[in-house]
């Protein structure tokens, strides 16, 4: 496996405006061997972003840039009920996989819509959700056969694929090598799921993995939070067996949030422990 981490975790990564020399430095400074850029509407990388300057950089630093990531999804919902958002993110998504092929990128991370969301006004059923859905991946597909980019779903917390069962049927009824599933261990802890299990279940489907950890407080006030790798309850050593044991040899990339000087090589440190479970019985501390 290897150790990334996302763009988003940079400093401006949120806001787009971290450059991506920057990016790479501070990726290579922390101890990373991989970086998942992100694509957006503003900021250093756009679908009118001079792509030569950007893969100069990437050749010339020595962190592997393997895959994209895009959460226009939130704002341009494959599951609209407007069938011009609908229609717009399948564009997107499109250019976004076209993007990746020309940036050398295997994967593409898509939140694959939403039905309801804390983080998005929209509503949307969830069959019709699904079925929007559904039909927004063909095209999608298409382009990612052509250009032989993964077209990697998400699990977030959209309203939608809360279960690994249903997940996995999804993925399998395209009969599609180039659809999988863009696994985030922390995600899954916050609706009541245990990562080792939605790992054995969806196996070789699992083409990319999103690390974060999570704390939850259950006294009836709904308290939760993202945090530090190993300070939460996400089952670190039973979650890399179960990697392990699906052969699975991609990025392990951590999705760490909010920004501080220290996040990076804190994360880093976490990172280097965690990787190490799964071959021996050492606990993370």
């Known amino acids: 496996m290897h150790k990334a981490i996302s763009y988003w975790s940079m ?7 971290h450059s991506i020399e920057k990016a790479l430095e501070d990726t290579h400074d922390a101890g990373f061997s991989h970086l998942e850029l992100a694509v957006s509407d503003t900021g250093v990388l756009t679908f009118d972003t001079n792509l030569e300057t950007v893969k100069r ?12 990531a895009s959460g226009m999804s939130w704002g341009q919902n494959p599951a609209s009920n407007d069938i011009d958002v609908r229609l717009a993110s399948i564009e997107y998504n499109q250019r976004a996989l076209a993007l990746a092929s020309d940036l050398g990128c295997g994967a593409l991370l898509m ?16 069959d019709i959700a ?4 559904r039909q927004a991946i063909f095209p999608l597909l298409e382009v990612a056969e052509r250009v032989g980019v993964d077209l990697c779903l998400e699990n977030v917390w959209n309203g939608l694929f809360y279960s690994p069962l249903e997940l996995r049927d999804f993925i399998d009824s395209f009969q599609s090598s180039r659809l999988g599933v863009y696994l985030d261990v922390g995600n899954l802890m916050g609706i009541h799921q ?3 299990h939605w790992i054995e279940i969806l196996g070789h489907r699992i083409k990319r993995v999103h690390i974060k950890d999570y704390k939850e407080t259950f006294d009836w006030t709904g308290g939760y939070s993202f945090c530090d790798l190993g300070a939460g309850e996400v089952p670190w050593q039973e979650t890399m067996e179960a990697l392990r ?7 392990l990339t951590a999705e760490m949030l909010p920004w501080d000087a220290f996040l990076l090589n804190r994360t880093s440190v976490a990172m ?11 606990a993370l501390t």
């Open 57 to 68: 950089a990437i050749e010339a630093s020595p962190v592997s840039v393997s895959s994209l």
């Open 194 to 196: 245990y990562p080792p």
């Open 245 to 251: 044991a699906i052969n699975y040899e991609s990025t």
């Open 11 to 17: 400093e401006h990564g949120l806001e787009a405006t």
């Open 111 to 126: 939140v694959p819509g939403v039905s309801r969301s804390p983080i998005s006004p929209d509503l949307v059923r969830y």
């Open 272 to 282: 280097d422990q965690i990787m190490g479970l799964g071959m021996t019985k050492v």
């Open 130 to 133: 699904v079925e929007r859905i």
